[in-house]
């Protein structure tokens, strides 16, 4: 073996392992933050899934493209309405790539909305099934999806969509009033929250007869909203804000529990 | 830059180059204790079967390749410097240059390797464009040049920043009778200006009519040096060309330089195949141009 | 011996422009820019194919997505591929024969290839980033009008953020290129080049999971090899902040300024090393 070769072999591995030292304090807070915004791929669910060179892929810096391509599997399966086939490919996508909100929700929406219907429809149609029966198809069908949005939460515990989403499927699938009142109140709760999730919940209050506590909540909730004329909120914040409506359903409540015209809400 | 002098254009001194073949780090000793002197204004023919060391003696005069004993200067410069290449063209063995550039693209490129400068650099590149032959050709692609053709852009290039050694290896391999006349012109040309000229040729009866020394390389080692009048003449020999005598005039001829112990040996002079060629086929354009332009 | 005529060649940037000009003009005439259109007709196409789903806004995110995932995909090819060409093109064609004869230092001619690399790579990227911001901005406005209420606080994407993407993506081409070149200062063959091209890739991209892995290994001397692979090999998975686009949130520039610094400090000391490497080669 030319001894050159192997030196000079020898200076270049030093000088990298070096290099690598050094620049590790310039790499290491960008590649935190990166891990921190990109959660660890648990492999050993879904290896059984994919091949070797999609897990290569996945390793080698192509997990959202991966993701994507098996998103349209999801899509391409749910035209067929091929219930194992998409949640078993909508359980892969987000596990894959869990950081897009997309694939959460619109997994849960077809898990909960869409498959009962197939059920349904594979187990003879919505004469030949009785009501029981759909009842269960559904109530079976929203479960699953909110366990997929409760493992949504635990990557995005701060994300509102997420909880809309949730109190969605419980009131209109569940028929959980209290339930989907819970989670529009921890949705109007995070720092991204639309402002219709604060009015819901009111109405929700109010449609569960708690209007004590719905007129409470209102009162507070239009302390924060965005008023006409208001220079920190632009216009569209203002106008979906919809502060007047908001007063109204106050006024509403008060004329509904007697509240006194001196101690009536003034704003 | 072209001041003729007799001092050496390159020195040589109990140069070994050793290459290592196979993974097991065997020894092959490509040059075997090589000392040479070649004056300035010099034609001078390396000489040598293939494998002999020529290439590899070129190499290291340039720079390519560095020697694993002894030393090599170039007017004086240590060949491994930079510097050393200041004042030294190369046209490499079959040389393969850019395809895709013009033969002046081609040219500009090396002028602009070598720093000729911009104020001076078109015309010095069309100058030697014309000074090689090529200037009908100068705007074609390099890729659609012959052998011959490639040769002398490959020239022209070692020439671009006016050197006072040029270095050519092999520069007739391939190249049809026509052309290889051509270079050796182009070669007694820039004797006539004073340069140097290290050559390496397979082709014998070219270096004896261009070189004024010859070395003559066998397994890496020096096995003769000298003038090629000196090395090629036979000293207590000579000739006589006569018109065709009677036979019995020869016979008397023969009688006569016995009587004075001298031998007679009669043969038929021959042209020499070469310059038969050359002056019964075409030459195409003027291999030479301007005078003096390189 | 005679006294040298001629003081020192100073390092000129001059000849390592012109070196660089004309690696860039090979790879030009050699067509390699074909791809690049072949590549933009494939994005525009697989835009298409997206608008089949309906996807709504999210459909932004496939396009950033694809985009850069064909960036990534063909960018490291064409560097690798690139790189190994222009540089073994010198050498079998013996042109390298003819520069390094004349008074150029290795070091200019080095750093001149892999500028002239760099610049092709340069402007691979430059274009399908461009053309992706464009396809973005376009199906953007269009998504806009047809549905309002996700686009109530404004553009989803962050256009300045496709473009420090793209940047950043090309500064990891110039380490892999870098990287390349280092492996044919050494090796002697464009193939074996071109296959060490990619395991580079590979491995720099996988490398973190050596650092992952690096405290459960119980062996001292596998630990302590896994430890050196993971100091050996630049993390490529740090320059990948195109996932980020399209996805709330900007990227934070000072995170993306870092990055820069570390592929450009890799890049300086990659390309010494080949030139240590290059110089020591008997041509």
Redesign the interface.
Known sequence: ?????VR??A???G???L???M??P??A???R??RA??P?LKLESIQGALGQGVT?GL???????VA?LFW?SA?AAWDQEDLPATQTLIKLVTAIDP??L?FWI?GANMIAYDMPHWRIRAAGGYDAVSAAEQNRFDREQAEVALKLLQEALAQHPEEASLYICKANIQLNRLKDTAAGAESYRMAAAQPNAPYFAGRIYGELLKRMGRKQEAYVWLKQFYLTLPKPGSAQATP?QIE?AMADVVLERIHELERELKVPKEQAFKG | MTTPTTAAAIEIRGLIKDFTVGLRGVKLRAVDGLSLRIPEGQVFGLLGPNGSGKSTTIKIILGLLEPTLGECRVFGVPSHQVDSRLNVGYLPEAPYFYRYLSGTELVRFYARICGVPSERREARVREVIEWVGLAAAASRRVGTYSKGMLQRIGLAQALVHDPRLIILDEPTAGVDPVGSAEISELILRLKAQGKTVLITSHLLAQIEDICDHVAILDHGRLILEGRVAELVGQKNRQALIVDTLPPAELEALRAWLAERGHALSVEQPRARLDQLFLSKVSRPGNAGGKEGGA | MNAPTRTGVPFSFGRLLVVAQNTFLEAVRQKLFALLLLLAIGLGASAQLFREFNFGSSELKFIADFGFGAMIFFGSTLTIAATAQLFFSEIENRTALTILAKPIWRTEFIFGKFLGVFAVVGVFCALTTLLLAGLLFARESALMEAHPEAFEHGRIIHYADVFVAGGLQWLKFGVLAAFTLLVASYSNTNLFTVIMGFFVLVVCHLQYLARDAYAQVASVPLRLLVRLLGYVFPNFQVFNVADQVGMGAGLNHLMALRIGGYGLAYIAIIGVLAVYSFRNREI
């Open positions: 073996m030319d001894l050159r070769l000079s072999g200076v270049v591995a000088v990298l392992a290099a690598g030292l620049l590790r310039l790499e807070p960008a590649w933050a990166m915004q990109q660890a290569v390793l080698g810096g192509f997990r959202a493209i994507d349209i899509n950081r897009p997309f619109n569209w979906t």
